[in-house]
């Protein structure tokens, strides 16, 4: 079928083309015609519009821009050389094929560049550049202290909310379990959106409360310290009801007969559980927390739907967050805008590759210990 294209904002109209292949196409002065295709049959022919081009009557050319949208395309880059662009400014690109990128003429990188063999100029950069190795023995700490601080906060909380429960005498046990179990069965995104506009530093109703209450208002995305704490905050809230489900099963595997042993013998009931239930239940425990720390060691989903990284960490080269962990700082050096280091984040996973592998055979070995342990009991 031959078609015709309608440009209503010029009044021009472009000759038969039949929209199958790279075609060409004047366009001239025309009234507008009788019958235009619906929308769901213009779709139909977008591959045929990608590739058509049309010349106006004063000799430029235009090429589809959208759907219904034909414009003058004029590229950033023209190559001019074997090694050089220009571009629509006038200005020279030349390609450095040591570095892989393209240098203007004040000899600064224009990213993202090409692939190149530069051996291991990117782990030097990390080992010397102050800009780049400081904010990463930064995050490289905060990423631990992270993990470690909500392994044993979520452990901690789930376990007392566990034995809590466990308790014979506490009435409506089983109300008291679903609404502790809530937070596991939230999508975790969706609890995190939530906690965002409850930490919000104007119009919270954290902020809120706390202002009425003691009349401060934290500044929880501003001051890096609080960000942090922030963080930890809210991965505990999503952490805790998977440890006490995972204590709850573990806690039945206790043998009353021992707690009650020591009770005869005097101990009071904390001495019990510290030195009878407490001992029973960490070596099938601990498989499961190495788990949980090497999980959120890489928790880029609560970082970057929570804060984003931010507040940024002043006087850095690259883009690094006070709240960033790995994760998330390769991502951003990656990916973001004012990054795009592929070759630099390339490095730094692999460290962070190295770190979880010695997380993974730690686990591997801790759940053998506790395999051979449980045998041997």
Avoid: C
Wanted: hydrophobic residues 50%; glycine residues 8%; without cysteine.
């Amino acid at each position: 079928d031959n078609y015709r294209i309608w440009l209503p904002d010029s009044g021009l109209l472009s000759d038969p083309v039949t929209l199958q292949d790279t075609q060409t196409a004047n366009l001239v002065p025309a009234e507008a015609p009788q019958t235009l295709l619906e929308r769901r049959d213009a779709i139909k022919l977008r591959t045929g519009l990608q590739a058509l081009s049309l010349i106006t009557p004063g000799g430029s050319t235009i090429e589809n821009a959208g759907l219904r949208t034909f414009a003058t395309v004029t590229p950033d880059y023209v190559q001019t050389g074997p090694n050089t662009l220009t571009k629509s400014d006038g200005s020279v690109l030349t390609a450095d094929h040591e570095t892989g990128f393209f240098v203007d003429q004040n000899g600064d990188q224009v990213p993202p560049g090409w692939r190149v063999n530069i051996g291991t100029d990117n782990f030097e950069r990390i080992a010397t550049s102050e800009g780049i190795r400081e904010p990463m023995v930064s995050i490289f700490i905060w990423t631990f202290v992270f993990a470690i601080l909500s392994v044993v906060l979520t452990f901690a909380i789930g376990l007392t909310l566990a034995v809590i429960l466990q308790w014979e005498h506490l009435r409506f046990k089983a109300i008291y379990r679903v609404l502790l179990i809530l937070p596991y069965a939230v999508p975790a995104f969706i609890s995190i959106l939530v906690f965002k506009g409850l930490f919000n530093q104007n119009n919270g109703e954290i902020n809120l409360i706390l202002n009425g209450l003691f009349g401060i208002e934290p500044r929880w995305f501003t001051d890096g310290n609080l960000a942090r704490a922030m963080l930890v905050i809210v991965n505990t809230w999503l952490g805790y009801p998977y440890m006490m489900l995972l204590a709850m099963g573990f806690l039945q595997s206790v043998p009353e007969d021992h707690k009650k042993a020591a009770a005869l013998e005097g101990a009071s009931a904390l001495r019990v559980f510290f030195t009878i239930t407490l001992p029973q239940i960490i070596p099938p425990f601990l498989p499961l927390l190495i788990a949980s720390f090497a999980f959120n060691f890489n928790n880029m989903v609560l970082v970057f739907l929570l804060t984003r990284g931010l507040p940024d960490i002043p006087g850095t080269i690259i883009p690094a967050g006070e709240t960033d962990i790995l994760a998330s700082f390769t991502y951003r050096l990656a990916f973001d805008n004012a990054g795009q280091q592929f070759g630099l984040a390339g490095a730094i996973t692999l460290l962070i590759f190295l770190v979880v592998a010695a997380i993974s055979y730690a686990n591997f070995v801790a759940m053998r210990k506790a395999a051979a342990k449980r045998a041997g009991r």
